[in-house]
């Protein structure tokens, strides 16, 4: 029998169990290492499982920020300069990448902290994760204020893309598997995934057929 939990139950839970439970539900995510800098080039990078598609023309993709205060130097310096990186995290910096979690001063650089390398690179503003296989350069947008939580979207535009070439797919397809790219669940659990199948464009009437051949 499954166990059946209202609404009433998930407000009288301890709040450990129920932040591991609700943040859990949602399934697997995308997880990123966001590089930010402030005006004084003071570099600063965090760990989201907040990141998502919003658009492919132009191309947006959302971050979600949790409550201010306490201050956020990643929210921070991205209203400050218009400018942050999305790195991919993979299994040779998956501990210093959960590590930047950690709440450091401002003064100290998780950079610095985590053993990860800042990398400026194209002209581009913020810092890339050197180690990240798949980086993603960002320009501020827009910014929506979500009152029902007092939480805050960022949309950003992708403005530079660095990627291995042999994760690209003649189509355009990304193979995130061959860039060794991660995924998590919950807030600390992190995952390797198994691709099953591509299939094709799915229309009324019209068979669906592996792309993989399979």
Same mark, same amino acid.
Do not use: W
């Given at each position: 029998?499954?166990?059946?939990?209202?609404?009433?139950?998930?407000?009288?839970?301890?709040?450990?169990?129920?932040?591991?439970?609700?943040?859990?539900?949602?399934?697997?995510?995308?997880?990123?290492?966001?590089?930010?800098?402030?005006?004084?080039?003071?570099?600063?990078?965090?760990?989201?499982?907040?990141?998502?598609?919003?658009?492919?023309?132009?191309?947006?993709?959302?971050?979600?920020?949790?409550?201010?205060?306490?201050?956020?130097?990643?929210?921070?310096?991205?209203?400050?300069?218009?400018?942050?990186?999305? &790195?991919? !995290?993979?299994? +040779?910096? %998956?501990?210093?990448? /959960?590590? $930047?979690?950690?709440?450091?001063?401002?003064?100290?650089?998780?950079?610095?902290?985590?053993?990860?390398?800042?990398?400026?690179?194209?002209?581009?503003?913020?810092?890339?994760?050197?180690?990240?296989?798949?980086?993603?350069?960002?320009?501020?947008?827009?910014?929506?204020?979500?009152?029902?939580?007092?939480?805050?979207?960022?949309?950003?535009?992708?403005?530079?893309?660095?990627?291995?070439?042999?994760?690209?797919?003649?189509?355009?397809?990304?193979?995130?598997?061959?860039? &060794?790219? !991660?995924?998590? +669940?919950? %807030?600390?659990?992190? /995952?390797? $995934?198994?691709?099953?199948?591509?299939?094709?464009?799915?229309?009324?009437?019209?068979?669906?057929?592996?792309?993989?051949?399979?």
């Amino acid at each position: 029998m499954p166990l059946s939990i209202n609404s009433l139950a998930i407000a009288e839970m301890e709040k450990q169990y129920r932040v591991h439970l609700i943040n859990s539900l949602g399934g697997f995510k995308s997880v990123v290492l966001v590089g930010t800098a402030d005006a004084q080039r003071n570099t600063n990078v965090a760990i989201f499982s907040s990141v998502f598609h919003i658009g492919a023309n132009p191309p947006y993709v959302g971050l979600v920020f949790r409550p201010t205060p306490p201050e956020r130097d990643t929210y921070n310096n991205i209203l400050e300069t218009g400018f942050y990186t999305l &790195n991919h !995290l993979n299994e +040779s910096i %998956l501990t210093q990448a /959960h590590q $930047t979690s950690a709440r450091y001063d401002k003064h100290i650089s998780e950079f610095d902290a985590t053993g990860l390398t800042a990398e400026f690179k194209s002209d581009f503003f913020a810092p890339f994760v050197a180690e990240s296989h798949i980086q993603i350069g960002q320009a501020f947008r827009e910014k929506i204020d979500i009152a029902i939580n007092n939480t805050t979207l960022i949309i950003g535009e992708i403005v530079q893309l660095f990627v291995p070439e042999n994760a690209i797919q003649p189509d355009g397809f990304l193979d995130l598997e061959q860039a &060794n790219t !991660l995924t998590c +669940s919950g %807030l600390d659990s992190y /995952h390797k $995934t198994v691709q099953l199948d591509r299939f094709s464009y799915a229309k009324p009437g019209l068979e669906i057929t592996s792309l993989l051949g399979r």
